[in-house]
């Protein structure tokens, strides 16, 4: 007789998940059940304040009415279409309007489903883009020590996350790396974007005399580096990077994925730093996290550069079949709608001020070493454990779960990123309940 292999309904042996411990979890698991505006629901009924939108993701705060009727209403009635050679009109739509708010310059979407995806796709656009226009020996990507890019092989390999990248393989060729902008000994405690390590952008010169410029297709940063535990670009870096990109003819690519959809008071990033970059890359924000879908932006002349040859041929071998998913554009303009209707990117920099206040109270907190702030990102350094790195931080993420905030620990920096209608009161309650926590933890 045939084993019934069927794992009981509770079992959490089955799921693999990503980016967690998963023998630590499963042992005392942080269940989710429900969501509202700025709070989760545990398993146990607590309301948990969301500090970090999601992952990033649901700048509007949850389950917003006017997301999930557009979704359930899209769902009703045209679920999916095909995504090549054929189009629906939300697709278009949601491009028109992505485009009507992205910085100057960017004048199209092509869609795609994370935030991983669309890192590859920008890669793979902009190696494209020299080989049309007859410079096809510009093949190499450069990003940026502790930059983070998705998962995919484009973005570990132009990504600097040691542990991203160490247990798979060689990755792509032609890669280089501009160093990081962590200056803890001249820049800790710094309000807002740090004062010193604009130069550092002039590594850039030093990669181009070592490989040619002629070489080199794109340059990739995050304009804040988000993932990694909150980088800031130091005063003038971007502009930097931006002139020396333009010199020698390197596109420079923005990953927005984080940075996008308000969280520094703009609509993108672009916008807040004043740096045009030739393409940018978004996800998370774009749909308030609540279906997945990403999307490039980029120049009319890169699109222009593809336009060419026979009109029945197909100009860029490249694309998703959740392209632009219907329900997904539903979702995505009905995002977009919410922001606009709320004043979300408005009342993000109206709030920044109270945010960077608080946050900066943390100073003097038991085990903390240094304060970042930019937007509504906001990140809390702590002193590793001698010996045992990531584990103080972990500790106070476990902690703050059950006093009923939710943040985010990448090495032992507490990284917050609160959706753009967090209150005044939330604030103190979100920073109050860390200072306990960090008083009591070991
Ligand atoms: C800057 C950046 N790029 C890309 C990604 C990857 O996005 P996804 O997890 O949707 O693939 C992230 C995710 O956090 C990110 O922060």
Redo the contacts with the bound molecule.
């Keep these: 007789m045939a084993l019934d292999r069927r794992p009981a309904p509770n079992d959490l042996n089955a799921f693999w998940m990503p980016f967690t411990a998963n023998r630590q979890f499963k042992k005392a698991p942080r269940m989710l059940v429900a969501a509202k505006d700025m709070h989760y629901t545990a398993a146990d009924g607590r309301k948990v304040l969301d500090g970090t939108a999601g992952?990033?993701c649901c700048n509007a705060g949850h389950t917003r009415p006017r997301i999930t009727e557009a979704i359930q209403k899209q769902a009703a009635e045209l679920d999916y279409a095909p995504a090549f050679q054929m189009g629906h009109p939300k697709a278009f739509e949601l491009a028109n309007r992505l485009i009507g708010i992205a910085p100057e310059g960017m004048e199209h979407a092509f869609f795609v489903n994370?935030?991983?995806?669309?890192?590859d796709t920008a890669l793979k656009i902009a190696i494209a883009y020299h080989r049309a226009r007859g410079e096809a020996t510009r093949t190499r990507l450069i990003g940026r020590e502790r930059g983070?890019?998705?998962?995919g092989f484009g973005?570990i390999s132009v990504g600097g996350i040691v542990n991203n990248r160490r247990f798979f393989g060689t990755m792509l060729g032609g890669v280089d790396h501009l160093p990081h902008t962590h200056l803890p000994a001249r820049n800790a405690y710094t309000r807002g974007q740090p004062e010193h390590g604009a130069e550092l952008a002039d590594e850039l010169e030093r990669i181009v005399a070592l490989h040619g410029a002629e070489t080199i297709a794109a340059v990739i940063v995050?304009p804040v580096?988000?993932?990694t535990g909150v980088i800031l670009p130091p005063k003038g870096y971007l502009q930097r990077l931006r002139e020396i990109c333009t010199k020698h003819g390197i596109l420079l690519i923005f990953?927005?994925?984080?940075t996008g959809f308000g969280r520094l008071g703009a609509p993108f990033a672009s916008q807040y730093f004043g740096v045009r970059p030739d393409m940018i890359?978004c996800?998370?924000g774009l749909t308030n996290g609540v279906i997945?879908m990403?999307a490039v932006m980029t120049s009319g002349e890169i699109y222009q550069a593809f336009m060419s040859g026979p009109e029945h041929v197909i100009e860029l071998f490249h694309g998703y079949t959740y392209s632009g998913n219907p329900i997904a554009s539903a979702a995505g303009l009905a995002t977009l709608e919410t922001y606009r209707e709320e004043g979300l990117f408005e009342r993000a920099a109206e709030i920044a001020p109270y945010w960077e206040e608080a946050l900066h109270s943390l100073k003097g907190t038991r085990h903390v070493i240094d304060i970042r702030n930019l937007g509504l990102i906001g990140a809390v350094e702590l002193e590793p454990i001698p010996g045992e790195p990531t584990k103080r931080a972990f500790s106070a993420f476990v902690a703050a779960f059950e006093k009923g905030i939710m943040i985010r620990t990448t090495g032992d920096i507490i990284a917050m990123s609160p959706p753009l209608i967090i209150e005044k009161a939330q604030i103190d309650q979100l920073v109050g309940t860390l200072a306990e926590v960090l008083e009591a933890t070991a």
């Design positions: 992952l990033w994370s935030g991983s995806e669309a890192v983070y890019h998705g998962v973005g995050e580096a988000g993932s990953d927005e994925v984080i890359t996800a998370k997945p990403g």
